[in-house]
Antibody
Framework: EVQLVESGGGLVQPGGSLRLSCEASGFTFSSFEMNWVRQAPGKGLEWVSYISRSSSSRYYADSVKGRFTISRDNAQNSLYLEMNSLRTEDTAIYYC???????WGQGTVVTVSS | DVVMTQSPLSLPVTLGQPASISCRSSQSLVHSDGFTYLSWFHQRPGQSPRRLIYRVSNRDSGVPDRFSGSGSGTDFTLKISRVEAEDVGVYYCMQGTHWPPETFGQGTKVEIK
């Protein structure tokens, strides 16, 4: 079964850091580009970041540029999102999505609050 | 960034009746490769989004044929031929032509009357 499973979310204070993980199974992870997409409480979907198959290209939304870092480990079938200098407006469910967003994980909740 | 505008934002529907959602982009979504990267997603309450349609009119595997996508350039439509109870939730359009960033519409909430 093709599956993406996120983890690493939690409650963090403003200015803090978190590292999200997304573990892939059921497909050849290294053959697909990957994205992170987030959804603030009661709001719509917002693309956050993209990484190419070899990690040679990485892109970020302006709202997270300079604070978030996307990475992947193809040997471990895993995608990561390192989040630093977190703000209250980063509070959201964070989803990893495969390629053209044909497969999504169940999401991991990040809450930034004092 | 390309702005995606959906209408209506709320759509009460009767079971068994058709439903239609519009999505307009602030610029043409025709890519230089000739494809138009416009997708539709459905998100049920408490669940992650699921892609229904890609490249305007192609249904994903397992998507019922009561769902159809159409349009070109800047105007696109998702149609449900006969609404079923499991179709409730929020529908989003998304463009992947002019990225980064990929951009989503605001979402259309479909509920049963």
């Amino acid at each position: 079964e093709v599956q993406l499973v996120e983890s690493g979310g939690g409650l963090v204070q403003p200015g803090g850091s978190l590292r999200l993980s997304c573990e892939a199974s059921g497909f050849t992870f290294s053959s697909f580009e990957m994205n992170w997409v987030r959804q603030a409480p009661g709001k719509g979907l917002e693309w956050v970041s993209y990484i190419s198959r070899s990690s040679s290209s990485r892109y970020y939304a302006d709202s997270v540029k300079g604070r978030f870092t996307i990475s992947r480990d193809n040997a471990q079938n895993s995608l990561y999102l390192e989040m630093n200098s977190l703000r209250t407006e980063d509070t959201a469910i964070y989803y990893c999505a495969r390629g053209t967003s044909d497969i999504w994980g169940q999401g991991t909740v990040v809450t930034v609050s004092s | 960034d390309v702005v995606m505008t959906q209408s209506p934002l709320s759509l009460p529907v009767t079971l068994g009746q058709p439903a239609s959602i519009s999505c307009r982009s602030s610029q043409s979504l025709v890519h230089s490769d000739g494809f138009t990267y416009l997708s539709w997603f459905h998100q049920r309450p408490g669940q992650s989004p699921r892609r229904l349609i890609y490249r305007v009119s192609n249904r994903d595997s397992g998507v019922p044929d009561r769902f159809s996508g159409s349009g070109s350039g800047t105007d696109f439509t998702l149609k449900i031929s006969r609404v079923e109870a499991e179709d409730v939730g929020v529908y989003y359009c998304m463009q992947g032509t002019h990225w980064p960033p990929e951009t989503f519409g605001q979402g259309t909430k479909v509920e049963i009357k």
